[in-house]
């Protein structure tokens, strides 16, 4: 008995509890998307451009709900995902791409859409090597035996994308069944010891803080994070990607002094210069993060617990196992070996950075989310994308209670949030805020009809400033707005996407006296909705390269300035 190479796979993925599978057909993957529609459990959607299939994928997997799944066709289609490949790769996100590519019987020979390598064609497994921890082209039926539980297990223990090239003769070839399909064992992961770190707190003499990451999301260790915290009476910072793990202000466990870094709040570099010790737990503290912190980090003794060792010297324990790791540390510093150094630190105010009032048109950033903040419920998953309105949301706008707060800070490539959404309400079913700026939307915001045609509870925030804003702000404080690239035209994204996708509950919004009632009633549709929020580009967002004094702002083409004036 046999079925074809295609069938397996998706028999496979079924089997180890994949449910869904994202991407965009067409000749070379069609038979994949064949197989998909015969095998109980998986659902194929389809997405409306290959880099937001693959941030679905990238979403359904930092949503917890599993492996994001990825299927893209041959030529412009599988060289679409590689910026969404990318994003997974740099922020370390288990994803597994499925590459069809022309059969093998034309490689070399000047097929349409050749990517073998040979005799002169692109080469995909090259290109897609940089971009995933795992990459390799099935060249026989019998190869996908072993290919794929390898990429599936590569993803995982490796934390990033595994790809998978396959030909389309490959993919309709026969494969033995052997008896049903036994899906390998789950990877075991490296538990690290984290007796340097118990040493360390035992002696330290003073306030301790914790600055959290986005592994600690990924190993669903959150809880184990808060017996720490209580434990040591610590204060915890999270990065700016992993809003979600450092507790909710207001929910009766929470230290939280907010968030790190370019976007974040001045605070806590204040609480981490008064510590006796720093705690690093699931983070590398990229440059995003860090920023403003070094002075504060050098002056510090800084302790790592993660599944890689930070970008800044300290001592650093490694674990695969983040969770099994935190409870080893709270059990060795329980009774006898607890921390008799360590105290509740003095009260360090909660700073906000202080962007220019701005009176223009439109509704502030910070208004809106104090908007956000009063209406969204808990358990309400938030995704945000680039530019000046996610600057302002990762500063101002709280995570819920029991909800997931995802910002891709590993290519920040605008577009991320609207196929990432689609994924994140995919896996969780539950209310899904979307917030991004119009950039983004131009780039990717067809995936609101993927929204629609799926009947997804996602609630799409367009903050409309007629702008890429972020690069209008460069233009401004360097060139005095002489000149700009960066402003668009005129648009009403609400009124255009209500008489382009009929049945879509869409507004505009131009004051904050109408917004609460346009974000209750979005929020109440059962479906996707979509609210474009009328600001201005001339705001200043909460970014801290935007808002230092000109003796310090970095000297970016002053030079020419000075001979252009």
Same mark, same amino acid.
């Given at each position: 008995?046999?079925?074809?190479?295609?069938?397996?796979?998706?028999?496979?993925?079924?089997?180890?509890?994949?449910?869904?599978?994202?991407?965009?057909?067409?000749?070379?993957?069609?038979?994949?998307?064949?197989?998909?529609?015969?095998?109980?459990?998986?659902?194929?959607?389809?997405?409306?451009?290959?880099?937001?299939?693959?941030?679905?994928?990238?979403?359904?997997?930092?949503?917890?709900?599993?492996?994001?799944?990825?299927?893209?066709?041959?030529?412009?289609?599988?060289?679409?995902?590689?910026?969404?490949?990318?994003?997974?790769?740099?922020?370390?996100?288990?994803?597994?791409?499925?590459?069809?590519?022309?059969?093998?019987?034309?490689?070399?020979?000047?097929?349409?859409?050749?990517?073998?390598?040979?005799?002169?064609?692109?080469?995909?497994?090259?290109?897609?090597?940089?971009?995933?921890?795992?990459?390799?082209? $099935?060249?026989?039926? +019998? &190869?996908?035996?072993? #290919? @794929?539980?390898?990429?599936?297990?590569?993803?995982?223990? =490796?934390?990033? !994308?595994?790809?998978?090239?396959?030909?389309?003769?490959?993919?309709?070839?026969?494969?033995?069944?052997?008896?049903?399909?036994?899906?390998?064992?789950?990877?075991?992961?490296?538990?690290?010891?984290?007796?340097?770190?118990?040493?360390?707190?035992?002696?330290?003499?003073?306030?301790?803080?914790?600055?959290?990451?986005?592994?600690?999301?990924?190993?669903?260790?959150?809880?184990?994070?808060?017996?720490?915290?209580?434990?040591?009476?610590?204060?915890?910072?999270?990065?700016?990607?992993?809003?979600?793990?450092?507790?909710?202000?207001?929910?009766?466990?929470?230290?939280?002094?907010?968030?790190?870094?370019?976007?974040?709040?001045?605070?806590?570099?204040?609480?981490?210069?008064?510590?006796?010790?720093?705690?690093?737990?699931?983070?590398?503290?990229? $440059?995003?993060?860090? +920023? &403003?912190?070094?002075? #504060? @980090?050098?002056?510090?003794?800084?302790?790592?617990?993660? =599944?890689?060792? !930070?970008?800044?010297?300290?001592?650093?324990?490694?674990?695969?196992?983040?969770?099994?790791?935190?409870?080893?540390?709270?059990?060795?510093?329980?009774?006898?070996?607890?921390?008799?150094?360590?105290?509740?630190?003095?009260?360090?105010?909660?700073?906000?950075?202080?962007?220019?009032?701005?009176?223009?048109?439109?509704?502030?950033?910070?208004?809106?989310?104090?908007?956000?903040?009063?209406?969204?419920?808990?358990?309400?998953?938030?995704?945000?994308?680039?530019?000046?309105?996610?600057?302002?949301?990762?500063?101002?706008?709280?995570?819920?209670?029991?909800?997931?707060?995802?910002?891709?800070?590993?290519?920040?490539?605008?577009?991320?949030?609207?196929?990432?959404?689609?994924?994140?309400?995919?896996?969780?079913?539950?209310?899904?805020?979307?917030?991004?700026?119009?950039? +983004?939307?131009?780039?990717?915001?067809?995936?609101?009809?993927?929204?629609?045609?799926?009947?997804?509870?996602?609630?799409?925030?367009?903050?409309?400033?007629?702008?890429?804003?972020?690069?209008?702000?460069?233009?401004?404080?360097?060139?005095?707005?002489?000149?700009?690239?960066?402003?668009?035209?005129?648009?009403?994204?609400?009124?255009?996407?209500?008489?382009?996708?009929?049945?879509?509950?869409?507004?505009?919004?131009?004051?904050?006296?109408?917004?609460?009632?346009?974000?209750?009633?979005?929020?109440?549709?059962?479906?996707?909705?979509?609210?474009?929020?009328?600001?201005?580009?001339?705001?200043?967002?909460?970014?801290?390269?935007?808002?230092?004094?000109?003796?310090?702002?970095?000297?970016?083409?002053?030079?020419?300035?000075?001979?252009?004036?």
């Amino acid at each position: 008995m046999t079925h074809r190479v295609v069938d397996h796979i998706v028999e496979y993925l079924a089997a180890i509890g994949v449910g869904h599978l994202f991407g965009v057909d067409g000749a070379n993957i069609e038979d994949l998307y064949d197989a998909a529609h015969f095998c109980d459990g998986i659902t194929a959607v389809l997405a409306k451009h290959e880099f937001s299939a693959a941030t679905m994928a990238d979403g359904y997997s930092r949503s917890g709900a599993g492996l994001g799944v990825l299927a893209a066709t041959s030529g412009g289609g599988c060289l679409n995902t590689l910026p969404g490949l990318g994003e997974a790769f740099a922020s370390r996100v288990p994803v597994l791409a499925l590459i069809g590519q022309a059969p093998t019987t034309l490689d070399g020979r000047g097929a349409f859409q050749d990517t073998s390598g040979r005799n002169g064609a692109l080469d995909a497994q090259a290109l897609f090597s940089a971009v995933a921890v795992y990459c390799r082209r $099935v060249l026989t039926p +019998a &190869g996908i035996v072993s #290919a @794929l539980p390898e990429a599936i297990a590569a993803a995982k223990t =490796s934390r990033g !994308p595994a790809v998978l090239l396959l030909p389309k003769d490959i993919q309709q070839a026969e494969l033995p069944v052997n008896g049903g399909i036994e899906p390998s064992q789950e990877p075991v992961a490296q538990l690290g010891n984290p007796h340097p770190i118990v040493r360390a707190l035992q002696r330290a003499d003073g306030p301790v803080t914790i600055i959290a990451g986005d592994q600690v999301a990924r190993d669903d260790a959150r809880a184990e994070l808060e017996q720490l915290r209580a434990l040591v009476r610590a204060r915890v910072a999270c990065v700016p990607d992993a809003k979600d793990v450092a507790g909710t202000p207001g929910s009766g466990s929470s230290s939280s002094l907010g968030v790190t870094g370019v976007m974040g709040h001045p605070g806590v570099a204040d609480a981490v210069a008064a510590s006796a010790l720093c705690l690093l737990v699931g983070t590398r503290m990229s $440059v995003t993060a860090r +920023a &403003g912190l070094d002075a #504060a @980090l050098a002056a510090t003794p800084v302790y790592s617990i993660g =599944s890689y060792p !930070p970008h800044l010297p300290c001592t650093h324990v490694h674990t695969d196992d983040l969770r099994g790791s935190l409870t080893l540390l709270t059990a060795a510093l329980t009774g006898n070996g607890r921390a008799t150094g360590v105290r509740v630190p003095d009260a360090v105010p909660r700073t906000c950075l202080q962007p220019p009032a701005h009176d223009g048109p439109g509704i502030r950033y910070r208004d809106a989310m104090a908007v956000l903040d009063d209406a969204l419920p808990d358990g309400v998953d938030i995704v945000v994308d680039a530019g000046n309105i996610g600057a302002s949301a990762i500063h101002h706008l709280p995570v819920r209670r029991d909800g997931r707060y995802l910002v891709a800070l590993g290519m920040g490539g605008m577009g991320y949030s609207f196929g990432a959404g689609v994924g994140v309400a995919f896996a969780r079913r539950r209310r899904t805020v979307v917030i991004a700026g119009d950039g +983004a939307f131009f780039m990717h915001g067809m995936e609101i009809h993927t929204a629609l045609q799926y009947r997804l509870p996602v609630t799409f925030l367009l903050f409309d400033n007629h702008a890429h804003a972020m690069c209008v702000t460069r233009e401004q404080l360097f060139y005095g707005d002489r000149y700009s690239y960066n402003r668009f035209g005129p648009s009403r994204l609400g009124a255009g996407l209500a008489a382009m996708f009929p049945g879509l509950p869409a507004a505009d919004v131009g004051d904050l006296e109408h917004l609460p009632a346009a974000v209750d009633s979005a929020l109440g549709h059962d479906g996707p909705s979509v609210i474009s929020v009328e600001c201005s580009a001339d705001e200043i967002p909460p970014f801290a390269a935007f808002l230092t004094s000109d003796s310090v702002r970095t000297k970016e083409n002053r030079s020419h300035v000075v001979a252009r004036t």
